[in-house]
């Protein structure tokens, strides 16, 4: 699959991994709490979206309520483990590594209509699917995830991915392994290599630089780095949110001999010529590639968009995501909605990490209002990114609404530090551990 390889044994690997799973029990990774009796109750429940989030929140609430009757709706019958895609778009996964269905993580008692939700009627308390069917709700989480605007760059379409130095390994796992062969072609040849991220919120945001730095390894490995120069064009006046990680990851670029430019929003490609467009404070800009990883712009799902759930002012307004009270996930405006994952209208979380924290309090504040006991817990913003810097290395970065550093493993990860640790939590531990957020165990 790939021409990288460990240089850590296979021992070490086994005895961190218990190490971390133990680790992960102990400080909340994997969260798996004391059973509880269920209260019983016959509320109608709709999951829009059956995704991680909406998955997780199906069988959360399924394990605290008996007799709700649970609705999921969602179309898509394959899941997949996004946090794997930057492997496979790295050659060390094959796309089957992060594929799996929906229905095998559906409740048993839960109904599933597979079909898109097309409306959303908060003050009817209703949604509408594709084919008409409205469905009635005495609740409502969102959980649709979000939508991946290629077509907002002039001339990109999915289907270019893997042809003619064209990468995105956030179109699937089809898409991620065609991103591969891409770069890897590009590793073989050198050339110019160009990165960046749109100026839209965003799911992982650090996953565009996870690339940037795999594919400098990748040359460096095949030894072909002085072939190739690589640039990372940044949509803001910073490499990442955090500004002591934006830092750190200015510092590995000018060490590694990443190139950087600020404030460049790319808004066209020409594939023909190789040519990728940005708009900059100084007008318009072309820059010529031979591999270019593409991340597009990123908005909720037309029917949130064009429902009364959004935000109707501020910087979360303008793509549509749904308003939700920071701290509770419930919205402020229709008491009986709550949003989780991707599609929540927050500061910060949109990672598989953010998910794991944010059901857990979603659910306890759903399930206080069925029982008239008002939740206590709160979402503190926190999410987290493995963020890859070569391939066996990887920084753990943890943090929260107020961009403090958090750590689930003090005295074992440090969280600014490129540690092999932090790459097995983010290859082998991550994964059992985000199956089991998606089974309500988180």
């Keep these: 699959m790939s021409d990288i390889h460990s240089d850590h044994p296979m021992p070490s690997r086994r005895a961190f991994l218990k190490l971390a799973l133990a680790a992960g029990a102990s400080t909340g990774l994997l969260g798996l709490g004391q059973a509880r009796a269920a209260i019983r109750s016959n509320a109608r429940i709709v999951i829009a979206g059956a995704g991680a989030a909406g998955l997780a929140m199906a069988n959360r609430l399924n394990s605290m309520l008996d007799g709700a009757r649970i609705t999921l709706i969602d179309g898509r019958k394959a899941h997949y483990y996004q946090p794997g895609f930057t492997l496979v778009g790295a050659g060390l996964k094959p796309a089957s590594y992060v594929e799996s269905t929906t229905g095998e993580f559906v409740p048993r008692n839960a109904e599933w209509i597979e079909e898109a939700v097309a409306e959303f009627d908060p003050d009817g308390n209703a949604v509408v699917t594709s084919s008409g069917r409205r469905v009635e ?9 979000l939508s991946l605007d290629y077509e907002a760059i002039q001339g990109m379409s999915p289907d270019l991915i893997g042809r003619d130095g064209i990468g995105s390994v956030y179109a699937g796992p089809q898409a991620a392994a065609a991103t591969y062969a891409e770069m890897s ?11 960046g991220r749109p100026a839209t919120e965003m799911k992982c945001a650090g996953a565009p630089l996870k690339y940037a730095f795999i594919t400098e390894d990748t040359l460096t490995r095949r030894g072909n780095r002085s072939k190739a120069e690589l640039i990372y064009a940044a949509h803001g006046g910073a490499l990442f949110g955090v500004p002591i990680v934006s830092e750190k990851v200015r510092m590995l670029f000018a060490e590694r001999g990443i190139d950087t430019v600020y404030r460049h929003v790319m808004t066209a490609i020409d594939p023909v010529r190789k040519i990728a467009t940005y708009d900059t404070p100084d007008g318009t800009r072309e820059l010529g590639y031979d591999f270019i990883h593409v991340v597009p712009p990123q908005r909720a799902p037309q029917a949130v968009r064009n429902s009364p759930l959004p935000w109707q002012d501020g910087p979360l307004a303008a793509d549509g995501w749904v308003e939700a009270n920071r701290q509770t996930l419930r919205h402020p405006r229709y008491d009986n909605v709550f949003a989780v994952g991707d ?3 927050v500061p910060k979380g949109k990672t598989a990490a953010s998910v794991k924290w944010q059901v ?16 206590t817990s709160v979402y503190n913003g926190y999410t987290s990114c493995p963020l890859i810097t070569r391939i066996g290395r990887a920084m753990l970065i943890e943090f929260d609404y107020d961009d403090n550093l958090v750590q689930s493993f003090p005295g074992l990860v440090a969280p600014l530090e490129e540690l092999w640790v932090s790459w097995v939590m983010k290859e082998t531990a991550l994964k059992p551990t985000y199956y089991a957020m998606v089974r309500g165990l988180a």
């Design 185 to 195: 072609r590009f590793a073989d040849t050198g050339g110019v290599g160009l990165f």
């Design 343 to 345: 599609i929540a209208g």
């Design 360 to 375: 857990p309090v979603a659910a306890d504040h759903l399930v206080g209002t069925i029982t008239g006991t008002p939740a």
């Design 137 to 145: 709700y005495d609740f409502l989480v969102i959980a649709t995830g």
